[in-house]
């Protein structure tokens, strides 16, 4: 599967983006998707995933709270509405795929860059 990230840009604290990870091929609904982020001169760090069938989220503690993941399988589309955005969630975005609930990330979407100024 290709992963296409989009949706980052330039916005105040206190403001909202939504993040949306398209993705190619008709099997986008056998793949449990996660957001990640990485942040100038820190390592990638895990945001938020979403099983395969949308029931089941988990969140980085940093944005629970804030942050909402969803997927919509028809349109073969993960999304993350990012809400009371701070300078702190500065980064680089990536989504990423995988069939395995226990395995690791198999495919990454090209990143798209938020930045939440003060």
């Known amino acids: 599967v290709q992963l296409q990230a989009s949706g980052g840009g330039l916005v105040q604290a206190g403001g909202s983006l939504r993040l949306s990870c398209a993705a190619s091929?008709?099997?986008?609904?056998?793949?449990?998707m996660g957001w990640f982020r990485q942040a100038p001169g820190k390592e990638r760090e895990f945001v938020a995933a979403?099983?395969?069938?949308?029931?089941?989220?988990l969140y980085a503690d940093s944005v629970k709270g804030r942050f909402s993941i969803s997927r919509d399988n028809a349109k073969t589309t993960a999304y993350m509405q990012m809400n009371r955005l701070e300078p702190e969630d500065t980064a680089v975005y990536y989504c990423?795929?995988?069939?395995?609930?226990?395995?690791?990330?198999?495919?990454w979407g090209q990143g798209t860059l938020v930045t939440v100024s003060s």
């Open positions: 990423a795929a995988k069939r395995a609930l226990r395995s690791d990330y198999e495919y």
């Open positions: 091929g008709r099997t986008f609904n056998f793949y449990h």
């Open positions: 979403i099983n395969w069938s949308g029931d089941t989220t």
